[in-house]
């Protein structure tokens, strides 16, 4: 099967490819100031453009076949919008954007919480910021992507899908302060450690802009409020009794909890995977789906299932991943094992009368680059 990159291969004066991700473990903490640690697929969006003589933006999609164009004056909806989207930031940002048109292709399963629309957003920033000729430093442009979609597209994410599409490195985990933006490439062999990650594609309908991911959103910052600190990320393991005490509303307190231990578990996990244990990894993965379903309440029956049957079936733990309510589902299994996890999700599927799965076997990529033409 031919890439992303390959099948935009024609004339352009600038082609970039940025990864969709997954995260190893850390939901919801992202706006919570908190830590997270991601990886890039190898499922990535490619987005290829030319300039413009006029201030007009251009930009057909292989996935739909359609063309949408837009100017300065134009508020853009759907696909698109997040195309005008990083327009418009990279303007409020100083840079002098100019006309251009674009072409996008992605491997990047849609709908699947695997940040196709970061994805999208960070290639088509890349070529941008190229065709302009500026200066934007990599490190700059997670915000400025976030910013994008938070203000002009309207949905309330983090800042880990776009820092993960960006920064990270192949054969690595990104551990992400969300605060202070500070980095560590976290080894991440899988196969060294005879492992693999299967992921389990759900099918159930996921989407950011919806008011369960706002209303959850609301109640953190609401909590940090009452509890007198910037961020739920200022209220460590130790604190926890002490916070929720504070805390009249039980449905606020399973959210602070959530938030709390998931930052906790985090920060085992890349002591674990910095000493070489990547299996210790597993119950830490599980703990989280656990808390995910239990306390933030965003897991819907097809992850549920997709993650008890890995684990009976000798997964060393499993994890819905992205924003919730549908999406795919992390399995760390070893090699030998992988096939026998697969089969017996499908099957758990089909008897649950679940729409069938799509599942695949991820390695660590790299972030946004450039393909030389």
Known sequence: MTTAAERLD???????????????????????????????LPHATAV??????????????????????FDL??????????VAAVVWALREAGVDVPGARLAVASDVPFGAGLSSSAALECAVMAVLVDLAGADVPTRDRPRLAQRAENEYVG???????????????????????????????VPFDLAGAGLKILVVDSKAPHAHVDGEYAARRRACEEAAAILGVTALRDVDVDGLPDALAKLDDETMRRRVRHVVTENQRVLDTVDVLRAGD?????????????????????TVPQVDTAVRVALEHGAHGARMTGGGFGGCVLALVDEEGCDAVETAVREAFAANGFTPPDTFVVTPGPGTYRVSR
């Open 48 to 69: 290829s453009g030319s300039r413009l003589p006029e201030r007009r933006w251009e930009v057909t999609s292989e996935q739909t076949g359609e063309t949408v164009t």
């Open 10 to 40: 024609g004339p352009a004066q600038s082609l970039w490819v940025s990864p969709g991700r997954v995260n190893l473990i850390g939901e919801h903490t992202d706006y919570n100031d908190g830590f997270v640690l991601p990886f890039a």
């Open 278 to 298: 990547l299996r210790a990894a597993g119950p830490l993965m599980t703990a989280s789906h656990e808390s995910m379903r239990d306390d933030y309440e965003i």
């Open 73 to 82: 004056r134009d508020k853009v909806d759907g696909w698109a919008s997040y």
């Open 155 to 185: 949905a309330p994410t983090g800042i880990m899908d776009q820092a993960a599409s960006t920064l990270c490195r192949e054969g690595h985990a990104l551990f992400l302060d969300c605060r202070s933006l500070a980095t560590e490439q």
